[in-house]
């Protein structure tokens, strides 16, 4: 049994399974004659979360067309994952319980490639950018991908290039997004949202302000006329609305490979491409997923809120995302993350079982995050918090490892903890903080690259991975005395924090936290025990 659309009636028979309950090539002709959804990214959090909204709409008959999927990252997922299964997938959802959910998701109607050497792919993208009925453009593309500059504040070679040469010549996602705009100006100065779905804070001003950058650039240089930069900043024709997303999507499973396949499914094995994407023709993720947006759209939108998303205003998204994404959720992530690389684990449920990484997490979640907490009043920050903790980490269904959550760590820190750390700032406890500069200094510690027993391995990947380990040189695990200040330039860099930490006095303690894991092997676990037992 093959994942695809002849399949479909033979899938449909395993009751188990869910499969469209829509006319798939109905919609597709309508999706192809009027786009109304285009998706930037289409990865395992996109095929796993965000298509499935669709599918739900489209099943109840609030939707009439699917969303068109692009990648402008790695095109290999679009020849290997999408094209050879008729654009399909196979969703599993792994509840806490053990039981396993299993549906065929069909509302992805096109995939694209982003790249400019795919002329055909340009073309139908152009095509899709100047279409009326482009109601919404969405992206799930990490947030690396609105980075435009790096941890100077200078341009990244790939933008300069691109803003150097004619729009539609890009070699950076936002400049392929800027064009796209661009196209859309061109063709009439029509409306659209464009969505930044990516779990980061105000993602939809990071968005803006990446695509500003490079038309403003343009603009100036004579490349794009002048009001582009105008249309982009009138909110009645295009917006930027802010999103809060949370839904763990780990790599795929060998034991869900294992499970379609003993069902009958064939050709299920997950693929790792030339650009480091797990990925497989299914998705395994967890079963709780919330999605919060802005409701901001001048050319309409779908119907979203019938498909549990919460559709709200502004001041309500950010003080839900910044509840999960500063106290509640990913602090704690990013900490279990580092941290479990360093003691050699391989499942964050099987950290969750560690009884000085669940004092971390808790200390972390409970002890210093929910006293500066932002209650968005939708949804509760102890409820949710709670089921962080006693449900999604430790569910043992879950594959998810501290490897795949410690990537672009320099990219989140700054918002995982430095919020906290600005909030104990501002009434000037920062000296109260014990689980932050803990997880701060396991992260600078994981830089090293070798583990507590004294075993390397490899650091995930990271935009500033070679900056930072090389500004981290010259440490020597059992060597203290090979410290003589090398973090004080990277604790005092804001761009990395969001402040500079040694004008607020805490990298002192994150120094003796480090130095105290540097000291040998097993040291990261007697430092843990130190700080979180109250023995220092």
Known sequence: ?????????????????????????????????????????AGNIFRGFIAGIAQTLLNAGELTRGIIAADSFDGEIIDKIYKPFD??????????????????????????????TCEADIARLKEIARSPSLEMISFTITEKGYAVTDSKGELLPAVKSDIASRPGNFKHAMSFVAWMMYERYLAGKLPVALVSMDNCSHNGEKLRS????????????????????????????????????????PRPSEKVMQMLMDKGFEGMEPIVTSKNTYIAPFVNAEEPQY??????????????????VY??????????????????????????????????????????????????????????????????????????????????????????????????????VGIRFGETIRSY??????DKLVAVPLAIAGWLRYLLGIDDGGNRFEISSD????????????????????????????????????????SLGMDKLIEEMFISEIEGTGAVRNTLKKYLDGNK
Not at 343 to 349: D, P, Q, R
Request: with cysteine.
């Open 425 to 430: 700032a501002k009434i000037g406890k920062t």
């Open 210 to 249: 990446a695509v500003m950058t490079i038309a403003a650039a343009w603009e100036k240089a004579g490349l794009a006329q002048i009001g582009f930069t105008e249309y982009l900043s009138d909110e009645t024709k295009v917006s930027f609305p802010w999103s809060m997303i949370d839904k763990i999507t």
């Open 291 to 308: 999605l919060v947006i802005e409701d901001k759209f001048p050319n309409h939108r779908p119907a979203l809120e019938k498909a549990g």
């Open 1 to 41: 049994m093959k994942l695809n659309l002849q399949s479909l009636g033979e899938i449909s028979a395993d009751k188990s399974i869910l499969t469209p309950r829509f006319d798939i090539q109905a919609v597709r002709a309508a999706t192809a004659k009027e786009p109304q959804w285009l998706h930037i990214g």
């Open 463 to 502: 935009p500033l991975k070679d900056e930072l380990c090389g500004m981290l040189s010259g440490i020597r695990i059992g060597e203290p005395s090979s410290y003589c200040g090398q973090l004080r330039p990277i604790l005092s860099n804001s761009r990395i924090f969001g402040s500079d930490l040694v």
């Open 87 to 116: 654009n399909l997938t196979l969703n599993v959802s792994l509840c806490s319980d053990g039981t396993t959910k299993s549906e065929v998701t069909a509302s992805v109607c096109e995939a694209l490639k982003a790249d400019p």
């Open 311 to 412: 559709m709200t205003d502004r001041e309500t998204v950010n003080k839900t995302e910044r509840m999960k994404v500063t106290t509640c959720l990913n602090p704690l992530h990013t900490a279990l993350a580092v941290y479990g690389c360093l003691l050699g684990y391989t499942l964050i449920c099987d950290e969750m079982k560690d009884p000085q990484l669940v004092k971390l997490v808790n200390k972390l979640g409970y002890d210093e995050g929910l006293k500066v907490v932002t209650d968005p009043g939708i949804i509760s920050p102890k409820a949710f918090i709670d089921e962080v903790v006693s449900k999604r980490l430790p569910n043992p269904f879950m594959p998810d490892t501290p490897q795949r959550i410690a990537t672009d760590t320099s990219q989140k």
